[in-house]
């Protein structure tokens, strides 16, 4: 019975531990003086946690996508894009003999979504100092494109034909995103009523 109170106590004295080192705001800024016309004025920030969001992802490809089937390969919410050309998507992926891509990204804030304009195939890339093909048309290629600042969602979907095999190629899409939570993009914004 001693060990059931001892155990409860332990549990209650942690408990009370570890949400007083919650309360503690590691982030906290200090209220910075300035001058205004000879009086003094304080600038405060409203105390946040975590507002921004850098995130770089490989995500592989496997297994088989169906014709207008589609892979959900970011959710960032409660975030968006947010720092212009700091976001930005490299793929490797199926493509067709002219270079152009089996799949279709799109981006927005679901369910609203728009087509990412990956641009064509990358083919000519450099392993040292030498010539190296980054995209074999017809099996697999390369492409990258920066994503517009404001999106939370972006998927994969399949444009072609037929099914898709990711099983074999190394098939893959790399998300590198500079994001910061929703409400403060909406804050910062001029009121357009």
Sequence with gaps: MNRLYLGLVLAIIVTVYVG????IDLYAQIPIPTINNNATTVQQHAEHTFDNLIISENIPLYGQLTTRDYILLMDFTPFATSVEGHSHIAMKVPCNEDGSSKVTIVA?????LNTLDVGNAINNGTLDEKNFDLSAEGRSCL???ELPNGITDIALIN????????????YSVTVSAHGTAIQHIGSNQPNMD
């Design 20 to 23: 007083y080192l919650g309360k």
């Design 143 to 145: 492409y990258h494109a």
């Design 108 to 112: 927005g804030i679901a369910p609203q």
């Design 159 to 170: 444009t072609s034909n037929g099914t898709l095999n990711f099983n074999e190629g190394g």
